[in-house]
């Protein structure tokens, strides 16, 4: 099946993550970070994938600064939310309950993170604007 043309692919998603981490930053040092030799197809690449994620208003580009600075236009929450979301509406009809199974089912949760999930679904009953 194709791809929709607002995925992030695993490579757009490398340079992504280099931005959440960094802020903002140039393409140099976006590919010294994924690509330590640093060869000028390497330069090539990172670039066309700037140019996509750019396409996508996943990112941001200061063209005032030379070089151009890249910094994130969606915070990584929200890609997981709209990955979750797509995949409950392919595969469960937009239930996220069986995402959610699954996850728990899958991976064991800690405590900590069991107590974060109380927390949010006791707000969720205290707000149910919220839901």
């Known amino acids: 099946m194709p791809r929709k043309a ?8 490398a340079v992504l993550q ?3 981490e960094k802020g903002t930053t140039t393409v ?10 640093g060869t000028p197809s390497d330069l090539a690449t990172v670039q066309k994938l700037l140019k996509r994620l750019e396409n ?4 941001s ?7 151009h600075e890249f910094q994130p236009a969606i915070q990584r929450d929200d890609l997981i939310s709209r990955r979750l979301q797509t995949t409950a509406n392919e595969l469960c009809e ?10 728990v089912q899958l991976k064991s949760v800690s ?4 107590a974060a999930l109380r927390e949010i ?3 969720l009953d205290k707000n149910p604007q919220k839901s």
Do not use: F, H, M
């Not at 607002?6 to 998603?13: G, I, Q, R």
């Open 6 to 13: 607002s995925d992030v692919t695993d490579a757009e998603l």
């Open 18 to 20: 280099v931005l959440w």
């Open 28 to 37: 140099r040092d976006i590919v010294a970070i994924l690509y330590p030799a």
């Open 56 to 59: 996508k208003n996943c990112i």
């Open 61 to 67: 580009r200061n063209r005032s600064t030379w070089p």
């Open 94 to 103: 937009g239930s996220i309950l069986p995402l959610l199974t699954q996850l």
């Open 111 to 114: 405590a900590e993170d069991r």
């Open 121 to 123: 679904l006791d707000d």
